[in-house]
């Protein structure tokens, strides 16, 4: 079971103080529970876990079984929570050379429709030319730029090249049951198809097809990963108390070090394969909380990677930083140092250690380092990398961010910021719609 050490954080504030949340955290949880918080619309992910049939994995794995058997390269098209669950687990779980394998098991998992780079697009396109490529579309509203306009350029790739109706046998839809462009284009060709809740906000929807459909065809068990987060929805349900909820626990610590003026959380890990669950988890608690003038920006590190890097700022910079660690405790591999008679890289002093002992004693010191030079420490550990437990990491994170979010007293299941962008975007590019805005931006950008 994924465990929480927040010990390392009671130099700066009191446990006493974090303790003190305890009714807080209760309420929030409670709120989130009975669906009487803000944003109460959007509380569909809370039991996902335990309530994902049998059935529905099932019609998932068929699916990706349908993809699998058509495809060796499948292109996710999707952005924010249309694209960073699915990403996190699979890069997560796979082998860190997976595509360059000769003997693959799994089709290349590819992603697009997260960014509007048209080199990368070509890049992308030119790739998958002449391959047995199919695509998953993701998009809740049908109707994000990014997404769409990889997906068009996509679909006609496809069409072209398999031909229609093979097309149609490989290109998935996962999308609002009834509105939206990725909905009406599903429907007109037939596409198989997902619906993604009302309730479920995008950065909550890991748990639905957004995240399973994709994480399924790169050839990992969806079924332990639900029953791993229904783990962590039993362990973090309305009833267990705060001593023994983690989830209260990480709300109520990280919303103290903000009161203390630690404005900044550094989500760290020190295995590359985490890298996009900490590009998760930040869009998670950035996008939930960042609002009203108020939240705790979200960042990240790669370690040991970014100590060359941004070690130093993270040591002496201003000290308004935390430092929450994803420690693995257990590695899938063993690799031993070996002895050398020359010695000549004086490495003998590690002779017949394993990697990860080192990348252990680098943690450690690195956290030692870190606390001295006034970094709070906050441990999230995980056994090892696999379904069950990302599925149980998976859930920690999205309850945890609902009860931070209401003791914050924002509401977390929304995003009107995310809006401000694509309406001067739109006015630019001259949508039809946007005729005033579009005059109005030309006068501001003409002076
Ligand atoms: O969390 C969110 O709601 C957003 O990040 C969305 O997931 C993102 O903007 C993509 O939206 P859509 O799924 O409608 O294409």
Known sequence: MITLNIEKTFGFVSKENVYGYAAKAKAAREALENGTGKGNDFLGWLHLPSSITKEHLADLKETAKVLRENCDVVVVA????????????????SNSFEWLLDNKQNPVILFAGNNISEDY??????YVKGKRFGVINISKSGTTTETALAFRLLKKQCEDERGKVLARKVIVAITDAKKGAARVTADKEGYKSYVIPDNVGGRFSVLTPVG?????????????????????????????????NIAMQYAAVRNEL??????????????????YVSEWWKQLYGESEGKDNLGIYPASVDLTTDLHSMGQWIQEGERSIFETVLSVDKVNHTVEFPFDEENLDGLNFLAGKRVDEVNKMAELGTQLAHVDGGVPNIRVVIPCLNEENIGQLLYFFEVACGISGYILDVNPFNQPGVEAYKKNMFALLNKPGYEAESKAIQARLNG
């Open 78 to 93: 999707g952005i924010g929570g249309s694209y960073l669950g699915a990403r996190a687990v699979i890069e997560a779980l």
């Open 121 to 126: 697009l070509f890049e992308l396109t030119e």
């Open 212 to 244: 399973l459909l994709p994480i399924a065809v790169a050839g990992f068990d969806i079924e332990k990963l639900v029953a791993g987060a229904a783990e962590m929805e039993k362990a973090t349900g309305v009833d267990v108390p705060f001593e023994q």
């Open 258 to 275: 903000y009161r203390h003026g630690k404005k900044i959380e550094i989500m760290a890990n020190f295995c590359p394969k985490l890298h």
